[in-house]
């Protein structure tokens, strides 16, 4: 009869510590090493998926894609319509961040902030210059959206770690050029000759787009960042039409 071996001792010739280190003595498949040539460096890319808030799609039909909760402040800039703005803001919801909506016309706001709320409120109204401290962080990030009309007054509430700022204007204003400058993102809807050639002045964009910004259908808006910029046409699901109705830059 064979004598039992003791945990530390050999057994058929390889050691526990041995068989753990390759899985228990099971031997997975064994599959060829992976190499790259370096002449073909260069072209080595992983696909890496965005993560935001789908706010329509591109001009080739591909589902654009705005990351509004980030770790570093982030402010956006939406010259445009109420109605861009609001669904905006219905689909931030949906991700589960917060949202506190700054704003001079409560009732405007008031059966958004209705539909999305559910059993926890998630978006609450507050008058111009009376948000309070929202206490963002990663595991309850905060869009603060500010519809204060054309000179919106500086917020109580900043763009911080976690908490993101979107400011709407619906035309450009004096104050534009400066929030347009301290922007990380910037969305133009149609507008007039006069201030698509301001909006290309202050963005620094091509002539081709300064001349279709007086042009935009409804619901189509040029989404600027550095020297990025994309046309994404904003589509409203069912429940966003019953709520908001169809795409318009006027309110």
């Known amino acids: ?17 041995a068989r753990l280190r390759t899985g228990l003595g099971l031997l997975g498949p064994r599959h060829p090493r992976h190499v790259l040539p370096v002449e073909q460096f ?10 935001g808030v789908v706010i329509g799609v ?18 956006v800039v939406l010259i445009g319509g109420l109605w861009t703005a609001q669904v ?15 704003t001079g016309r409560a009732q405007s706001w008031t059966g958004l902030a209705q539909a999305a709320g559910g059993p926890v409120p998630c978006v609450t109204l507050h008058d111009v210059g009376k948000v ?5 962080s990663a595991g309850s990030p905060v869009v603060v959206v500010r519809d204060c009309g054309m000179r919106p007054p500086r917020g109580r509430v900043a763009a911080a770690p976690w908490q993101s700022v979107v400011t709407l204007l619906p035309y450009l204003s004096p104050v534009a050029p400066r929030l347009m ?29 300064v001349a279709s910004l007086p042009t935009l259908a409804d619901g189509v808006t040029l989404w600027c960042a550095d020297r990025d910029r994309h046309y994404v046409m904003t ?12 795409a318009r830059r006027m309110d």
């Open 235 to 246: 589509r409203p699901t069912d429940i966003e039409e019953g709520l908001l109705g169809l």
């Open 132 to 136: 309070p401290p929202q206490g963002a």
């Open 58 to 75: 591109d001009a080739r039909d591909r589902p654009a894609v705005l990351g509004v909760n980030s770790p570093t402040p982030y402010d």
């Open 181 to 209: 400058r301290q922007a990380r993102l910037v969305g133009v809807q149609r507008v007039s000759p006069d201030e698509a050639a301001e909006i290309g002045r202050v963005l620094a964009l091509p002539r081709e787009d």
């Open 1 to 17: 009869m064979r004598a039992a071996s003791s945990p530390g001792s050999e057994s058929g010739g390889r050691s526990v510590g």
């Open 42 to 51: 260069d072209a080595l890319a992983l696909p890496v998926g965005d993560d």
């Open 88 to 102: 905006l803001a219905l689909r931030i919801a949906a991700t589960g961040a917060r949202l506190a909506v700054e």
